[in-house]
Each structure stands twice: as C-alpha cells, then as structure tokens.
C-alpha cells in the first residue's frame, strides 16, 4: 500500500468515526447538562462538598464556583510537585523548583499541559496519577461546564441562572469522562501503550550498551490526556515515544480521541436550544477549517521547496517518526494545535515554515476546529454571535442570535473575548523579544527563533501545551511569564463567558421574522468561516509575517 493511499484512508476512517460518533455523544452530552435525576455517587460528591444538587447558580456565582475551584487545583497541585521525595511511588525523584512547579501547577489547572521538564526523568508515579492525570479530567470538565452555561443563555429567559457548576463538573466527570477513559485506556494496553508500576530499569541495547527506561501508568493517563484534550505526556517525546504510542492503530486512535469530544459538543448545543440545524452549522464550519489545516501542513511536509534533501527523500522526514511517516504526522500535528490538546507525535519545530506556521496559525484561530473540550465552542460561538452582528450592521438592523438580541452589552463581552487572547499573546512575545536575557534562550536567531518565541506564548495563552523546540524555555523568567500567560488566557475569556450568558439568560425571546438572519443555512457558515479568518488574520498578520512567513519566502 503505498504513502498517500494509507494516508487517505486514514483520513477517511477518521471522519466516518467521527461522523458515527456525532449524534450519540452528543446526545448523551446534553443529557448529561439537561436531566432532573442525579446518580447515587454524584449526591455523595455534593453532600462532601455541601452543595445543593438542584439549586441553580447565577453568573456571578457560577463563575466563583470556576474560579474557586481553579484556585485550589493549581494550589494542591503545586504542593505536590514540592513535596513529591515524601510521597509514595516517588522513585527517587526530587522536589521540582519553585517556578517550575508554578508553571506546571498553572498548566495542567489550566488545560494547557505545556511541560518544561521531562516526565520520565522529574515525575514520580504517584504525582503523574493523582496530580496531573486527576487535572486532565476535571479541567477538561471545567472547559464542557462553561460552554453549558453559556448555552443555557440562550435557552433560558427572565432569570440570572446559568446552572449549577458543581453540579456540571461532576456529572461531566461521572459520565462521561471517566467511562470514556476508561474504556480506552484497555483499548490503548490492547494496543500496546504501557500500563504498570515498573521503576527504572537498565536494557542493554541491540549494540551492546545500556539504557535506562521507566514504566509507568501511562495507559490510563494517555487515555484521558487526549480525550480531554489536554496533551501533557508522560514521556518528554509524548505521543512520538514507543511506550506512549507504538504503532498506527495506537496513532490513529489517539487523534480520534482528541477530536471525537470538541466535534460532538455541537450536537449537544443544537439540542439544548431545540434546533439541530444550528450544530449543523457549528460542526461545518469547524470540518470546513480542520479539513483546510490537514490540507496545508500534509501538502507543505509532502511538497516542501525550502528544503531539496527533504524533497528528494519525498518529503520533510526531519523529527518524523518512522513508523507514523508524513501523512499520520501532518494529521495529527493539525488537529493537536486546533484543539488546544497539544500532544504531538513529531517534532513541529522541524516542520517546513509553512507547515509549522499553519500550527501557529491554527492556535492563533482560538482553537475552535473543533477546539478545546467546551472552549472550542464557547470560542466559536461568540465568533457566531460577531458573525450575526456583522451582517446585523450590513443591512441596518439590530442583530439576533437564537431570538436573543445582541445589544451593546453583549457585544461588549463578544469583544473582549475576542481581544483578550491577542493582547496577551502580542504582550508576551514582545517582552521575551524586548529583553535580552531571554533573547538569549532561542537557540534559533531570524525568522525561525522569532516563530520559536511566537509559538510558545501562543501555545500558552491558548492552553494549547505543544512548543518549537527550540526554545529554551525552562528558565524562571519564561516559566513565570509562561505560567502567569496560561491562567490570564484561559480564565478571563471565561468571564467574559458567563457575563455574557447571564446577560442573554435575563432577556426575552424576540419572534422570527422575515428580516431575521437565518443561521442555519450555508450563507451563514459562510458568513462565519470568513469572520473566523478575517479577525485573526487582521490581528496576528503582521507576528506571522515576521516569523514563519518571513522564514518561508527566503
């Protein structure tokens, strides 16, 4: 079977997946946010917690409950990086260093999972499954609880209550997310990913010397690392490493895991506000996207002119793994960066500048094709809601998103999430670029070191976790700045979420009519693919061009 063959037919596997997996999951999603009953282990988790199960939540206080709950996740986690040499399973392993932990602590709080340590070597086995695999569950919980509030403004009329966050955290993790993982983490040992409790041990090579290799619960953690789209690895080669991913199955499958939630939600918003057509829409124009981003990284790393050994091998081999090759590692590298997973299975600062710039750019995007678990769609969503004010301004009338009118305080929150990541991206990268300490820490000078720097405050404040490697980012400075750029890029978006969802739950629905904009139909995915490109070019074109498109036209 030849390259492209295999490579297509993977591509076609995937989205048959992903297509049967839409309506199922989806449904069983918006069963999970919508039903009155509550199972016998979730009343237990609220009566520890003292929560009210069937009391609703204003914004306000919904976003306490996020806040909160953030707050001490970051805290627990950070004492358990310093404290790990007393902790069972500790292998020996030292305290990670204060800024260190602080950076870790934020990125996995924060589903970012960015790491600048190497786990196999810094972790133990007990901080790798009650620290980080415990933060991949509920913070990709935290991200599908936001999205529910949001949704549950347009749905809801006359009141201030968004839903009940403790409620739809636990839920999300009791039904959805642990079976999930569950079930997968054994299709993963069937595949050959790793499961145990080894300590490290001496192989002796097929060239007679030696080398030290860790086991570890990586099934388990690997499962929910995708899913939740998280992407920390338990290896610093993460999905390139054997023990983590050792084969096509095992590849294809992992990419499966981290699309099939983020493609689904849309489901589960078209049958919370009781119209399937708008999560028609939602899940075309984020295909619509995904299929263009597979299509530029695969052809550039298939077709790549910036490189004549790379193109006379049949294309760019340099940090590919052999047994994934071009077209399973352009598949994943695409979805990985549109879905603030940021797991990779190849080196992306080996990729052409064009290929490793459409990752940039897929992260530039907000990550909403299909996105983050629930940030993707809340991301999408409020770029729907500036879509319908766009065309509300081309013909005169107030705009109307799901019988719900966009005034100037909701546009007000749509614009702020919409600056909000930028300004933090274009702050970071210009104060590393400004100083001369962290200049420094590019081992790459011109166009590409630039691309280095952009790419990981982008990665950062996007929660994305995936990095040029080039970088020497493990210094107190970057991993401060870093840290502090993941808790700001994820926390105040959502802010501006829930305000706007309190602020269209309080409204009445207006009537449909005749001059009302259909957003069911493909002018409007049209409309919304274009808004969706267009701000972010408007905003990151000029960064691009002195990075991967300078480095590019060389």
């Known amino acids: 079977?030849?390259?492209?063959?295999?490579?297509?037919?993977?591509?076609?596997?995937?989205?048959?997946?992903?297509?049967?997996?839409?309506?199922?999951?989806?449904?069983?999603?918006?069963?999970?946010?919508?039903?009155?009953?509550?199972?016998?282990?979730?009343?237990?988790?609220?009566r520890l917690g003292g929560v009210d199960g069937d009391a609703d939540q204003g914004w306000p206080a919904y976003l306490r409950g996020v806040l909160a709950f953030s707050a001490v996740s970051v805290l627990f986690l950070y004492g358990f990086l310093r404290l790990q040499n007393h902790l069972l399973l500790s292998l020996g392993r030292q305290p990670m260093p204060a800024d260190q932990a602080f950076n870790t602590a934020a990125s996995f709080a924060t589903n970012t999972n960015w790491q600048s340590y190497s786990g196999e070597s810094t972790l133990g086995h007990l901080v790798q499954m009650a620290g980080l695999a415990v933060q991949n569950f509920v913070s990709a919980a935290v991200g599908i609880a936001v999205v529910a509030a949001l949704i549950r403004g347009f749905t809801r009329e006359r009141t201030d209550q968004v839903g009940n966050f403790w409620v739809d955290l636990t839920r999300i993790v009791v039904?959805?997310?642990?079976?999930?993982?569950?079930?997968?983490?054994?299709?993963?040992?069937?595949g050959g990913v790793i499961q145990n409790f080894h300590g490290v041990e001496s192989i002796r090579t097929v060239v007679g010397g030696h080398q030290n290799l860790i086991g570890g619960p990586v099934a388990s953690q690997e499962a929910i690392k995708e899913l939740g789209t998280n992407g920390g690895g338990f290896y610093n080669a993460n999905s390139a490493h054997p023990f983590e991913n050792p084969?096509?199955?095992?590849?294809?499958?992992?990419?499966y895991l981290l699309l099939v939630i983020s493609f689904s939600l849309p489901r589960t918003f078209g049958r919370m506000v009781g119209d399937h057509r708008q999560g028609y829409a939602i899940v075309t124009v984020m295909a619509v996207i995904w299929a263009a981003s597979v299509a530029v990284v695969t052809v550039n790393e298939l077709h790549s002119v910036s490189s004549r050994a790379g193109h006379a091998a049949g294309g760019m081999l340099e940090g590919k793994e052999q047994r994934f090759g071009i077209w399973a590692s352009a598949l994943f590298a695409a979805p990985t960066t549109l879905t603030s997973t940021g797991a990779v299975n190849s080196a992306h600062d080996s990729y052409t500048p064009f290929g490793g710039g459409m990752t940039i750019f897929n992260m530039m995007l907000g990550e909403i094709a299909p996105g983050g678990t629930g940030s993707g769609l809340y991301g999408i969503l409020i770029l729907a809601i500036i879509a319908v004010f766009v065309a509300g301004l081309m013909v005169g009338r107030t705009p109307e998103y799901l019988g719900k009118k966009l005034g100037a305080r909701e546009m007000k929150f749509a614009s702020l999430y919409i600056l909000t990541t930028p300004a933090i991206?274009?702050?970071?990268?210009?104060?590393?670029?400004?100083?001369?300490?962290?200049?420094?820490?590019?081992?790459?000078?011109?166009?590409?070191?630039?691309?280095?720097?952009?790419?990981?405050?982008?990665?950062?404040?996007?929660?994305?976790?995936s990095a040029f490697a080039g970088l020497g980012a493990n210094t107190a400075w970057y991993?401060?700045?870093?840290?502090?750029?993941?808790?700001?890029?994820?926390?105040?978006?959502?802010?501006?979420?829930?305000?706007?969802?309190?602020?269209?739950?309080?409204?009445?629905?207006?009537?449909?009519?005749?001059?009302?904009?259909?957003?069911?139909?493909?002018?409007?995915?049209?409309?919304?693919?274009?808004?969706?490109?267009?701000?972010v070019g408007l905003t990151y074109f000029p960064a691009l061009s002195l990075g991967p498109l300078a480095e590019g036209l060389q």
């Open 247 to 255: 084969n096509p199955f095992t590849n294809w499958l992992e990419i």
């Open 425 to 465: 991206v274009l702050v970071g990268a210009g104060l590393a670029m400004a100083l001369p300490g962290q200049r420094a820490a590019m081992l790459n000078h011109g166009p590409h070191g630039f691309s280095e720097v952009l790419y990981a405050f982008t990665s950062a404040a996007n929660n994305n976790g």
């Open 1 to 46: 079977m030849t390259g492209a063959l295999a490579g297509w037919l993977q591509i076609l596997a995937l989205v048959a997946a992903l297509a049967l997996s839409y309506r199922p999951l989806g449904d069983h999603l918006a069963h999970t946010l919508t039903t009155a009953r509550h199972l016998r282990a979730e009343r237990l988790v609220y």
């Open 175 to 190: 039904r959805v997310l642990l079976p999930i993982a569950f079930v997968f983490a054994i299709v993963l040992v069937a």
């Open 479 to 535: 991993n401060t700045a870093l840290g502090l750029v993941m808790l700001l890029g994820r926390y105040l978006p959502m802010v501006f979420v829930l305000a706007l969802a309190g602020s269209l739950a309080r409204q009445q629905p207006v009537p449909v009519t005749a001059g009302t904009l259909p957003t069911h139909r493909p002018q409007f995915v049209g409309l919304l693919t274009g808004v969706v490109l267009i701000v």
